[in-house]
């Protein structure tokens, strides 16, 4: 399988403490995307990547949130001290970047799903 | 600022019915407009896309959508539902210059009985 991968598909800490999240790229797809979905809601937009860059972060993402892509390849998303609004799916997706198309598409992963008791 | 509304939170349909999804979108820019399905624990897969050719856009599995500019809308249809089409459809629109993040709706959950 070549798709988006990430992991772990399923995380549960508690409040307070650090998680992680790993995302894998479709390969040489050269853009990256976080975004997040909560219940009942259509995901919403973290950060992107353009190889290593960091092009641009929600508001979403407060100073507890950190994206690195440090290789231009697999990216990690990390959160600290954990609060309980921070349990959501948090998806990853990536594509090619070609010009100033907006349609490139994007490939979205199966996310990863944190609970925070 | 770019924004979908999603008309109906929830359709239900018997398999066999024809499917209509509602979506009227807002942007100051010329959009892209996607459909996207969630099935149950699954991720994001694209339906169909738009991005300013041919205003009827065929997708996967038998769906189609219309892009009216008159009416901003983005209607997904499909003329005979399937069992397994059962999911969390999400339009979504995207635009400008620069950098184009994806804005999605809220969601219309199909439900499909038999």
């Known amino acids: 399988d070549t798709g988006v991968s990430q992991d772990p598909r399923h995380k549960i800490t508690k409040r307070g403490q650090n998680v992680t999240f790993r995302c894998d790229p479709i390969?040489?797809?050269?853009?990256l995307y976080w975004y997040r979905q909560t219940l009942g809601q259509g995901p919403e937009f973290l950060t992107y990547?353009?190889?290593?860059?960091?092009?641009?972060k929600s508001r979403l993402l407060s100073d507890r949130f950190s994206a690195e892509r440090p290789k231009g390849s697999f990216s990690t998303l990390e959160i600290q001290r954990t609060e309980q609004g921070d349990s959501a799916m948090y998806l990853c997706?990536?594509?090619?970047?070609?010009?100033?198309?907006?349609?490139?598409?994007?490939?979205f992963g199966e996310g990863s799903w944190l609970t925070v008791v | 600022a770019q924004s979908v509304t999603q008309l109906d939170s929830h359709v239900s349909v018997s398999e066999g019915t024809p499917v209509l999804l509602r979506c009227n979108y807002s942007s100051s820019y010329s959009p892209s407009l996607f459909w996207y399905v969630q099935h149950p624990n699954k991720g994001l897969q694209l339906l169909l896309k738009y991005t300013s050719a041919a205003t009827l856009v065929k997708g996967i599995n038998g769906f189609e959508a219309e892009f009216k500019k008159s009416e901003t809308s983005f209607h997904l249809t499909k003329p005979s539902a399937h069992m397994s089409d059962a999911a969390e459809y999400f339009c979504v629109v995207s635009g400008g210059t620069g950098f184009q993040k994806l804005v999605f709706g809220t969601g219309t959950r199909l439900l499909v009985s038999p």
């Open positions: 990547f353009q190889n290593e860059a960091q092009l641009e």
């Open positions: 997706a990536s594509s090619t970047h070609r010009g100033q198309s907006s349609g490139n598409t994007i490939y």
């Open positions: 390969s040489e797809h050269n853009r």
